[in-house]
């Protein structure tokens, strides 16, 4: 089995795969009431996450989208984490997507001068939150989120990951 993923910026030809395997994972597996006119910013990809510091990668399996990332800039110095899925046939250590995806996410932080990376992420999503704490996220409260942080009505757990130089 060939394993080897790729993690690449996002480009408009994957518009269709990035929105299906979103809504997937978000209403099939995790039976989350949200839509596709919930989520304006897959629409837009470009003009939404690519600008300023922030940016959108897919993870690549034979040139199929089976991961997503993005880093949205908040403003000083500061970045929000979003839509961070990634396939249930590719999550784990066979394939490690989601570790792929967040460290090219990070990298790239690191070199703009990000400081502060936060998230926002829905109760239901355990593994994630373990995944987060392993990769050195800390569990902020609502209330220590910059202002500018685009809070989603599903996200009730938040995370801030400090950006080392």
């Given at each position: 089995?060939?394993t080897?993923?790729?993690?690449?910026?996002?480009?408009?030809?994957?518009?269709?795969?990035?929105?299906?395997?979103?809504?997937?994972?978000?209403?099939?597996?995790?039976?989350?009431?949200?839509?596709?006119?919930?989520?304006?910013?897959?629409?837009?990809?470009?003009?939404?996450?690519?600008k300023?510091?922030?940016?959108?990668?897919?993870?690549?399996?034979?040139?199929?989208?089976?991961?997503?990332?993005?880093?949205?800039?908040?403003?000083?110095?500061?970045?929000?984490?979003?839509?961070?899925?990634?396939?249930?046939?590719?999550?784990?250590?066979?394939?490690?997507?989601?570790?792929?995806?967040?460290?090219?996410?990070?990298?790239?932080?690191?070199?703009?001068?990000?400081?502060?990376?936060?998230?926002?992420?829905?109760?239901?999503?355990k593994?994630?939150h373990?995944?987060?704490?392993k990769?050195?996220?800390?569990?902020?409260?609502?209330?220590?989120?910059?202002?500018?942080?685009?809070?989603?009505?599903?996200?009730?757990?938040?995370?801030?990951?400090?950006?080392?130089?």
């Open positions: 089995m060939n080897e993923i790729v993690v690449k910026e996002y480009h408009g030809v994957y518009q269709p795969q990035v929105m299906d395997l979103i809504l997937q994972i978000q209403q099939d597996e995790y039976h989350i009431p949200i839509s596709r006119s919930d989520q304006p910013d897959l629409l837009d990809i470009e003009n939404f996450y690519q300023n510091k922030g940016n959108f990668w897919v993870a690549l399996h034979h040139d199929q989208v089976v991961g997503t990332v993005a880093l949205l800039d908040i403003e000083n110095n500061q970045a929000a984490l979003r839509k961070m899925f990634v396939a249930k046939d590719y999550r784990g250590k066979i394939f490690k997507t989601a570790a792929f995806l967040l460290n090219t996410a990070i990298d790239w932080a690191r070199k703009r001068k990000i400081q502060g990376i936060y998230l926002g992420t829905t109760l239901q999503f593994a994630a373990r995944f987060y704490e990769n050195g996220f800390q569990s902020i409260l609502l209330e220590d989120l910059p202002p500018k942080f685009p809070v989603m009505k599903v996200d009730k757990k938040f995370y801030k990951y400090t950006v080392q130089k």
